[in-house]
C-alpha cells in the first residue's frame, strides 16, 4: 500500500526538496511526526523562540527565521509549512517568504489537517494507530471547533460516552464546549484573554455548582453528543465546588472527553479531586508562565504537577510564551465582511457556557458581564431560559454562524501579540488616573511585538 497516494494529501511541492517548518510548536512537531511518517524528511524549523526551545526537534536545527540564509537559487526549491492557526497571520508570513523568493510555500489549514488526519488514519489501516489523549486533544485536527475527526469520535464514543443509545440518532454535534465556572483566579495576566486584568473586586463571581450542572443538563438533553466539555475559570481549581462539578460532568451522559485548563498554582485539598482526575477520559492542561508568576506558586505547579504524575493523570504542561492581542473594547466599525474575515480567522472560538449562556468565546462572556462590551442577544443562546427544543434550534444556529457582533470589539488574532504571563503591577489610591489606566486594562503598547 502506498501511504502517500491513499492517505497524505498532495505532498509534489515537498518531496525531494529541502523541508522548513515555520514554528516548532505543538503543531510544527506534529507536522514533522507526520511528514516522516509519508516519508518526507524536515530539514530545520524557523521559530522566534528558538532560543527557549532548545537547539533541535526531532534531529532537526530550529532556529530564528532567516528568510535570506539560503541562497536565492535554493529557496524557490524549498517546501515551507507555516503552522501559525490564524490565517490572516499565516497570509502576512506567506507574503514575506514569497517576497523573499520562496515560491512553495504552505499555509492552508485544510493541508494541514488533512496531513495529520492521513497519518493517523495511514496507521490505523496499518494496525499501528494508539489512542493517546495527551496527543489527540492539541492535534488541530480536534482541537479546532471548526473540525471534526471520525478517528477521534469513534473512539469517544466506543470507550467514553455513556448512554449512547443505538437506536438514537447523532445529527446535532458539539466537537468542544468550554464551562466558564469562575472568573476568580490567582493571577492577574496583562492581556488575559479572560479578562482578569479588567475586573474590580465587585466582578468576581463563582457559578453555583448546582446552577452549572442544571444548565449543562438541559443543554446535554439538547444536542444528540458532546465529544469534549472544556472546564475553565479564572482558575478552575479556585471554585470551591471544584469536586462537585467534576462529579456530575463526569457521570453526565453521551459526553465524552473533560478537558480541565488550569495555571496549577492551586493544589485542590479534596484527594477525590484527584481521582476524578484520573479518569482515562480526562486531560489536565497546565498553562505555564515560568518566572513571570511569584516563586511560591512557581513551586505550587511543581506541587501540582508531582500529584498528577503520582496518580497517573493524563496531563500536558504548556510553557505559554505569548499572546494575541486582541486590543482595546472600542467598536472598531467593520463591515459585514470584515466581521466575517476576523471570526472566520479566529483561533479562539470556544463556544463557552457561562452563567447559563453558550457564548462564542470567553471574551464574549466576560466582557458582557463586566460591561466592557455591549449585551448582544443574537452573540449568545439563552439555554436556562428557553425550552430544549427551542435550545437545540438556536444552538444548531448558533454553529453555523460565520461572524458575531462582539467581533466588532476585538483586534481578533492579528500579527501583533504581548508576552504571556506578566503580572498587572499593584497601584496604590493615590496615584493619577492616567497610570491606573495604563497598568490596568490598557493595551499596553510597550510590550506589544509582532509575531512575524
Same mark, same amino acid.
Not at 539560503?70 to 492557526?85: A, K, M, N
Not at 466539555?229 to 457521570?251: C, D, F, K
Not at 497601584?427 to 493619577?432: D, E, I, L, R, Y
Given at each position: 500500500?502506498?501511504?502517500?497516494?491513499?492517505?497524505?494529501?498532495?505532498?509534489?511541492?515537498?518531496?525531494?526538496?529541502?523541508?522548513?517548518?515555520?514554528?516548532?510548536?505543538?503543531?510544527?512537531?506534529?507536522?514533522?511526526?507526520?511528514?516522516?511518517?509519508?516519508?518526507?524528511?524536515?530539514?530545520?524549523?524557523?521559530?522566534?523562540?528558538?532560543?527557549?526551545?532548545?537547539?533541535?526537534?526531532?534531529?532537526?536545527?530550529?532556529?530564528?527565521?532567516?528568510?535570506?540564509?539560503?541562497?536565492?537559487?535554493?529557496?524557490? $526549491?524549498?517546501?515551507?509549512?507555516?503552522?501559525?492557526?490564524?490565517?490572516?497571520?499565516?497570509?502576512?508570513?506567506?507574503?514575506?517568504?514569497?517576497?523573499?523568493?520562496?515560491?512553495?510555500?504552505?499555509?492552508?489549514?485544510?493541508?494541514?489537517?488533512?496531513?495529520?488526519?492521513?497519518?493517523?488514519?495511514?496507521?490505523?489501516?496499518?494496525?499501528?494507530?494508539?489512542?493517546?489523549?495527551?496527543?489527540?486533544?492539541?492535534?488541530?485536527?480536534?482541537?479546532?471547533?471548526?473540525? &471534526?475527526?471520525?478517528?477521534?469520535?469513534?473512539?469517544?464514543?466506543?470507550?467514553?460516552?455513556?448512554?449512547?443509545?443505538?437506536?438514537?440518532?447523532?445529527?446535532?454535534?458539539?466537537?468542544?464546549?468550554?464551562?466558564?465556572?469562575?472568573?476568580?483566579?490567582?493571577?492577574?495576566?496583562?492581556?488575559?484573554?479572560?479578562?482578569?486584568?479588567?475586573?474590580?473586586?465587585?466582578?468576581?463571581?463563582?457559578?453555583?455548582?448546582?446552577?452549572?450542572?442544571?444548565?449543562?443538563?438541559?443543554?446535554?438533553?439538547?444536542?444528540?453528543?458532546?465529544?469534549?466539555?472544556?472546564?475553565?475559570?479564572?482558575?478552575?481549581?479556585?471554585?470551591?465546588?471544584? $469536586?462537585?462539578?467534576?462529579?456530575?460532568?463526569?457521570?453526565?451522559?453521551?459526553?465524552?472527553?473533560?478537558?480541565?485548563?488550569?495555571?496549577?498554582?492551586?493544589?485542590?485539598?479534596?484527594?477525590?479531586?484527584?481521582?476524578?482526575?484520573?479518569?482515562? &477520559?480526562?486531560?489536565?492542561?497546565?498553562?505555564?508562565?515560568?518566572?513571570?508568576?511569584?516563586?511560591?506558586?512557581?513551586?505550587?505547579?511543581?506541587?501540582?504537577?508531582?500529584?498528577?504524575?503520582?496518580?497517573?493523570?493524563?496531563?500536558?504542561?504548556?510553557?505559554?510564551?505569548?499572546?494575541?492581542?486582541?486590543?482595546?473594547?472600542?467598536?472598531?466599525?467593520?463591515? $459585514?465582511?470584515?466581521?466575517?474575515?476576523?471570526?472566520?480567522?479566529?483561533?479562539?472560538?470556544?463556544?463557552?457556557?457561562?452563567?447559563?449562556?453558550?457564548?462564542?468565546?470567553?471574551?464574549?462572556?466576560?466582557?458582557?458581564?463586566?460591561?466592557?462590551?455591549?449585551?448582544?442577544?443574537?452573540?449568545?443562546?439563552?439555554? &436556562?431560559?428557553?425550552?430544549?427544543?427551542?435550545?437545540?434550534?438556536?444552538?444548531?444556529?448558533?454553529?453555523?454562524?460565520?461572524?458575531?457582533?462582539?467581533?466588532?470589539?476585538?483586534?481578533?488574532?492579528?500579527?501583533?501579540?504581548?508576552?504571556?504571563?506578566?503580572?498587572?503591577?499593584?497601584?496604590?489610591?493615590?496615584?493619577?488616573?492616567?497610570?491606573?489606566?495604563?497598568?490596568?486594562?490598557?493595551?499596553?503598547?510597550?510590550?506589544?511585538?509582532?509575531?512575524?
Amino acid at each position: 500500500m502506498n501511504r502517500t497516494q491513499s492517505y497524505a494529501p498532495d505532498l509534489t511541492a515537498l518531496m525531494g526538496r529541502r523541508v522548513i517548518i515555520y514554528g516548532a510548536g505543538k503543531i510544527g512537531r506534529r507536522i514533522q511526526e507526520a511528514l516522516n511518517w509519508f516519508g518526507v524528511s524536515v530539514d530545520f524549523f524557523w521559530d522566534l523562540r528558538a532560543d527557549t526551545i532548545g537547539a533541535e526537534l526531532g534531529g532537526a536545527p530550529v532556529c530564528k527565521p532567516d528568510f535570506h540564509a539560503l541562497p536565492e537559487s535554493e529557496r524557490g $526549491e524549498s517546501g515551507v509549512i507555516v503552522t501559525i492557526f490564524a490565517e490572516n497571520v499565516a497570509a502576512q508570513v506567506r507574503a514575506r517568504l514569497e517576497k523573499a523568493g520562496y515560491t512553495r510555500v504552505i499555509t492552508e489549514r485544510d493541508f494541514i489537517t488533512r496531513l495529520l488526519h492521513g497519518e493517523c488514519a495511514s496507521r490505523r489501516a496499518e494496525g499501528q494507530f494508539q489512542f493517546d489523549l495527551e496527543t489527540c486533544h492539541i492535534c488541530p485536527v480536534v482541537s479546532d471547533t471548526r473540525n &471534526r475527526c471520525d478517528i477521534f469520535d469513534d473512539h469517544v464514543r466506543q470507550h467514553f460516552v455513556q448512554d449512547l443509545a443505538p437506536e438514537r440518532p447523532i445529527e446535532l454535534v458539539i466537537p468542544s464546549v468550554g464551562v466558564l465556572v469562575s472568573n476568580k483566579c490567582t493571577l492577574t495576566c496583562v492581556g488575559c484573554n479572560h479578562l482578569r486584568d479588567h475586573y474590580v473586586a465587585s466582578d468576581h463571581v463563582d457559578i453555583p455548582a448546582a446552577q452549572i450542572l442544571a444548565d449543562l443538563k438541559k443543554f446535554v438533553n439538547a444536542v444528540d453528543l458532546v465529544n469534549k466539555i472544556v472546564l475553565v475559570g479564572g482558575e478552575s481549581m479556585l471554585h470551591p465546588e471544584i $469536586e462537585a462539578i467534576l462529579e456530575g460532568i463526569m457521570t453526565l451522559p453521551r459526553v465524552g472527553v473533560v478537558h480541565v485548563i488550569t495555571n496549577g498554582t492551586v493544589i485542590p485539598q479534596s484527594e477525590r479531586v484527584f481521582e476524578l482526575l484520573a479518569s482515562p &477520559r480526562v486531560i489536565v492542561e497546565i498553562s505555564g508562565y515560568g518566572e513571570h508568576i511569584p516563586v511560591k506558586f512557581q513551586r505550587n505547579v511543581d506541587k501540582f504537577i508531582g500529584r498528577l504524575q503520582a496518580r497517573g493523570v493524563h496531563h500536558r504542561y504548556t510553557q505559554t510564551l505569548q499572546w494575541f492581542d486582541f486590543g482595546g473594547f472600542d467598536a472598531r466599525g467593520y463591515s $459585514e465582511s470584515e466581521l466575517e474575515q476576523v471570526y472566520g480567522t479566529c483561533c479562539f472560538v470556544s463556544n463557552d457556557i457561562f452563567d447559563g449562556r453558550l457564548f462564542k468565546c470567553s471574551r464574549s462572556a466576560y466582557g458582557t458581564l463586566i460591561g466592557k462590551i455591549p449585551d448582544y442577544p443574537g452573540d449568545y443562546v439563552d439555554i &436556562r431560559n428557553l425550552p430544549v427544543a427551542e435550545v437545540r434550534r438556536q444552538v444548531s444556529a448558533f454553529l453555523e454562524m460565520k461572524w458575531a457582533r462582539v467581533c466588532n470589539h476585538c483586534n481578533g488574532a492579528s500579527i501583533h501579540v504581548i508576552e504571556a504571563g506578566q503580572q498587572v503591577k499593584i497601584v496604590s489610591k493615590n496615584q493619577p488616573k492616567a497610570i491606573k489606566d495604563a497598568q490596568h486594562g490598557a493595551i499596553h503598547t510597550e510590550s506589544q511585538k509582532t509575531v512575524v
